[in-house]
């Protein structure tokens, strides 16, 4: 399983970004998924979750700026993020964190996570 991330990068406030997630190893449409993002001292937080079905949720204070969304036929996630601030400077990851699909004969949890993309928004 993998989980890529690609996207990132050094931006100006006020910018956007659009970052990629391509997933492989795994029924990608089974598993519900989610961007996170952990800056400098801080915990890890949740910027956004989609379902199998594409119902979408963010962060309070995300909401209207970034938008998730995939295209099961490519295996693929996006999140696109517009007016950066420089508090949103932060390793951000991709993970496939909810749902689980039948393996062979048993089922399995999914739990898979990349291994990050940073996003530094200066002023």
């Known amino acids: 399983v993998q989980l890529v991330e690609s996207g990132g990068g050094s931006v100006q406030a006020g910018r956007s970004l659009k970052l990629t997630c391509a997933a492989s190893?795994?029924?990608?449409?089974?598993?519900?998924m989610a961007w996170y993002r952990q800056a400098p001292g801080k915990e890890r937080e949740l910027v956004s979750r989609i379902s199998t079905g594409g119902t979408t949720n963010y962060a309070d204070s995300l909401r209207g700026r970034f938008t998730i969304s995939r295209d099961n036929a490519k295996n693929t996630l996006f999140l696109q993020m517009n007016r950066l601030k420089t508090e949103d400077t932060a390793v951000y990851y991709c993970?496939?964190?909810?749902?689980?699909?039948?393996?062979?004969?048993?089922?399995?949890?999914?739990?898979?996570w990349g291994q990050g993309t940073q996003v530094t928004v200066s002023s």
């Open positions: 190893g795994y029924p990608f449409s089974r598993c519900e």
């Open positions: 993970a496939a964190d909810r749902g689980s699909y039948l393996k062979s004969t048993y089922w399995t949890t999914c739990n898979y």
